[in-house]
């Protein structure tokens, strides 16, 4: 399990836990990695349904880890790729993902708004969370740090502008309802369409 998500997953919970209340939602996770995220979320929050999406190759290890959390709550995981795959013809109440904005091209990040905006219904809640740049600077030196470790990998990667962030989920029917700090420089994007 990745020790980054054990830090944050907590400080996630707890700003969740103020949007979905008791009540009984269905989320939907794009890019889930491990699912441990999900798991430690749906673990906390019975009521939830969580259901997990990845690329093929990484659904192995997620279905390793609904198996071994026996959670009741826990679906999938679900084949999505951006781009490729459309999204789940399935009614979600709310839409998570964590840390892939900056690892997917902008161009991908633009598909992906554009499909959930044209896939969601009204009322939905999107839940991104990671690091943002903010007025073209960024939030901490390591996220300079990060961007520039990414970019080194692939030209295409990098830390996204908060600004641009906005305006591609605004042009595709959302609205932004907060803008969460988090630790470790991150945050978390609130918007509902």
Sequence with gaps: MNSSCD???????KILKLYIKEKSLNFFEIG?????HGLFFAKNCPLITWTFSDRQ???QHIKN???ASQLKNVLGPLPFEVGIDPLP???FDCLFTANTMHIMPWKK???LTKAIGKSLESRTLVFIYGPFRYQGKHTAPSNQRFDDSLKAQN????IRAFEDMVMSMSKNGFSLLHDHEMPAHNRL???ES
């Design 7 to 13: 830090r944050n997953q907590e400080p996630i919970l």
């Design 32 to 36: 889930s990695g491990t699912g441990q």
């Design 57 to 59: 190759e990484n659904h």
């Design 65 to 67: 880890n609904l198996n």
């Design 89 to 91: 013809p399935v009614k």
């Design 109 to 111: 990040v633009k598909t």
């Design 155 to 158: 030209s295409s990667m990098g």
């Design 189 to 191: 994007l609130v918007f």
